[in-house]
């Protein structure tokens, strides 16, 4: 099958899998066969029905779980366990990818947000001065000032999970992986988290985001990827001719959710399916 991508000059590609297998306890399957390159600056989404894979390749990506089968290169590096051994491999990695969790309260542990918000920068050895710096803009971006002294548990669903992305942001990282970042969100809260993530793609980053909302995969995708009920991509494309392949959508459970298309690329408002998917997959 042929995957698309651009510019597959070696050095423009950050992850390449070929055939990746995973199975959860070594007897509940949850990848079958995945092969994908990701190219640096791509804007890339990942869609499926609950149970076809996309968590756990987007944790795959991040190196929280290893392969039971086929291979994972990160930069022409194979990742495996071993190699996070090495401290200053690990470190490297943890500056260049960033990972927002579908449920933020992963994320968020620390007495108060910005406790929660420095605390990775400071494990990777970042200098405070820098890290102060990174903060007041991040305050400014995503409009949190209000938020910094109270604790996490205290804040509604779409703070907690501005407060998750001012986390993972602080770093800096090349490469962003979101797993469902506007799942449960208020659509103001949701074009802003939108438009974010255009702009860190204009700044330079990858942006790697699992979805089940497709009214939004346009805008934050140059290329979409479908997962299947085999849990491997059984299709990948541009974001329009995906979005419009209504046989493909229909077989692959996602039809119930594409009921919005417009052509203008604002149209952000409440449906109340998309409230009703589960949070594991």
Same mark, same amino acid.
């Given at each position: 099958m042929?995957?698309?991508?651009?510019?597959?000059?070696?050095?423009?590609?950050?992850?390449?899998?070929?055939?990746?297998?995973?199975?959860?306890?070594?007897?509940?399957?949850?990848?079958?066969?995945?092969?994908?390159?990701?190219?640096?600056?791509?804007?890339?989404?990942?869609?499926?029905?609950?149970?076809?894979?996309?968590?756990?390749?987007?944790q795959?990506?991040?190196?929280?779980?290893?392969?039971?089968?086929?291979?994972?290169?990160?930069?022409?590096?194979?990742?495996?366990?071993k190699?996070?051994?090495?401290?200053?491999?690990?470190?490297?990695?943890?500056?260049k990818?960033?990972?927002?969790?579908q449920?933020?309260?992963?994320?968020?542990?620390?007495?108060?947000?910005?406790?929660?918000?420095?605390?990775?920068? =400071?494990? @990777?050895?970042?200098?405070?001065?820098?890290?102060?710096k990174?903060?007041?803009?991040? +305050?400014?971006? #995503?409009? *949190? $000032?209000d938020?910094?002294?109270?604790?996490?548990?205290?804040?509604?669903?779409?703070?907690?999970?501005?407060?998750?992305?001012?986390?993972?942001l602080?770093?800096?990282p090349?490469? =962003?992986? @979101?797993?469902?970042?506007?799942a449960?969100?208020?659509?103001?809260?949701?074009?802003? +988290?939108i438009? #974010?993530? *255009? $702009?860190?793609?204009?700044?330079g980053?990858?942006?790697i985001?699992?979805?089940?909302?497709?009214?939004?995969?346009?805008?934050?995708?140059?290329?979409?990827?479908?997962?299947?009920?085999?849990?491997?991509?059984?299709?990948?494309?541009?974001?329009?001719?995906?979005l419009?392949?209504?046989?493909?959508?229909?077989?692959?459970?996602?039809?119930?959710?594409?009921?919005h298309?417009?052509?203008?690329?604002?149209?952000?408002?409440?449906?109340?399916?998309?409230?009703?998917?589960?949070?594991?997959?």
């Amino acid at each position: 099958m042929v995957i698309y991508g651009s510019n597959d000059h070696m050095e423009n590609i950050i992850f390449e899998l070929k055939d990746v297998h995973f199975s959860y306890l070594g007897k509940f399957p949850a990848l079958g066969g995945v092969d994908i390159k990701i190219n640096q600056g791509q804007k890339i989404s990942v869609i499926g029905a609950n149970g076809t894979g996309k968590s756990t390749f987007l944790q795959i990506l991040d190196a929280i779980i290893f392969a039971d089968q086929g291979s994972v290169s990160f930069c022409n590096e194979q990742l495996n366990e071993k190699l996070f051994d090495n401290e200053e491999f690990s470190r490297n990695f943890r500056r260049k990818v960033g990972f927002i969790f579908q449920n933020p309260d992963v994320q968020l542990f620390c007495p108060t947000v910005k406790e929660d918000i420095v605390f990775g920068p =400071l494990q @990777l050895g970042f200098a405070k001065e820098q890290i102060q710096k990174r903060l007041d803009k991040l +305050i400014d971006a #995503l409009g *949190i $000032q209000d938020l910094l002294n109270r604790p996490p548990y205290q804040l509604s669903i779409g703070e907690k999970r501005k407060v998750a992305i001012a986390s993972t942001l602080i770093i800096e990282p090349e490469i =962003l992986i @979101l797993d469902e970042p506007t799942a449960g969100l208020d659509p103001l809260t949701t074009r802003h +988290i939108i438009d #974010l993530l *255009i $702009q860190e793609n204009i700044n330079g980053r990858t942006i790697i985001t699992s979805t089940h909302d497709l009214h939004i995969v346009e805008e934050i995708s140059d290329l979409v990827y479908v997962f299947g009920h085999q849990r491997k991509i059984v299709k990948s494309g541009l974001a329009g001719d995906i979005l419009n392949d209504t046989a493909l959508l229909t077989e692959n459970n996602l039809v119930h959710i594409h009921s919005h298309k417009h052509k203008d690329k604002t149209h952000i408002h409440p449906h109340l399916h998309l409230d009703h998917h589960g949070e594991n997959h």
